[in-house]
Nanobody, 124 residues
Framework: QVQLVESGGGLVQAGGSLRLSCAAS????????MGWFRQAPGKEREFVASISRSGGRQSYADSVKGRFTVSRDNAKSTAYLQMNSLKPEDTAVYYC?????????????????WGQGTQVTVSS
């Protein structure tokens, strides 16, 4: 399994931006579809965005569409989540995830490897 490490979380005011990174171990990063999920206190983990192995296809939750952008750099074995126009309701622990089995997916159950999460807090 690939090992994932997220970074880039922090505290930001509403309307601000953050860029999350997800660094993967190994030299087969390009064979994994990548996803971003988040979990707010007292809520279930939810899908945020995903990107296909080549980066050619992206999917977004309706709540972040137009504000967040998912990307990847296979040469650097890193996936990114650019978050703009942040809102207090975006406050959560953000997780990246990887799956080698499917070219692209939005389903949490399809992902096999998970990072430890990074906290994003948006103040009003």
């Amino acid at each position: 399994q690939v090992q994932l490490v997220e970074s880039g979380g922090g505290l930001v005011q509403a309307g601000g931006s953050l860029r999350l990174s997800c660094a993967a171990s190994g030299r087969t990063f390009g064979t994994y579809a990548m996803g971003w999920f988040r979990q707010a206190p007292g809520k279930e983990r939810e899908f945020v965005a995903s990107i296909s192995r080549s980066g050619g296809r992206q999917s977004y939750a309706d709540s972040v569409k137009g504000r967040f952008t998912v990307s990847r750099d296979n040469a650097k074995s890193t996936a990114y989540l650019q978050m703009n126009s942040l809102k207090p309701e975006d406050t959560a622990v953000y997780y990246c995830a990887a799956t080698p089995f499917i070219s692209t997916t939005t389903k949490e159950a399809d992902f096999r490897s998970w990072g430890q999460g990074t906290q994003v807090t948006v103040s009003s």
